[in-house]
């Protein structure tokens, strides 16, 4: 993979390396660095034989000539609940998360909807556009999240209000419609299942988020709606 390459790689995984210019400035190397944390590899920035690997097998809209045109009719199975990571009783506006996330180095905002406190929605990314949400789950899902995630210390909590509560149980019923979903997962559900045992349990949880059981609450949307 030349320069060129890779930033068109990195783009279509919603990491922002600058212009593709094949040139491996800042910005790419920022953009390489975040791939690799998010992926669990060492982030020194350095496009080396396992970054190129991860890149090249984790990366099937490579081979979408325009990466930054939206793709019509990606196909969609699992919605993935988030949290903000935000402390209880705060509000953040959608600006306030696309900038946290373009910090981390992605094109933007990662996820595809945000519930506000007060039960209202912003939109995200386009679902016509992978997100940039969960580590090697964003090709084939949808990322939603709530505003919160924190208590007042900085600890995961369940922070969701009732007003985001009715929301999200709405924008799961119609994600299931409309994308006739095989899932609804948290965060947290899809960390690697470290001792093989087929359930992803509490000590393999790479981030507690989104601080509630995603399964357990709305595995029966899907059948409501099959
Ligand atoms: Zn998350």
New binding site residues.
Partial sequence: MNVAEIQRALLARGYDPGPIDGDLGPKTRKAVEAFQREHGLKADGIAGPVTLGALASLTPEMTVKSPSAPKKGRPIHTLVW??TATPEGREFTRADIDKMHRARGFTGIGYHKLVHLDGSISDGRPESQVGA??SGHNTGTIGYSYVGGLDAKGKPKDTRTPEQMQTMIRLTREAAAKYALRAVVG?RDLSPDLDADGMIEPHEWV?V??CFNAIAEYGALLKEVA
């Fill in positions: 988030h949290c949400h969960v965060h981030k988020c989104p």
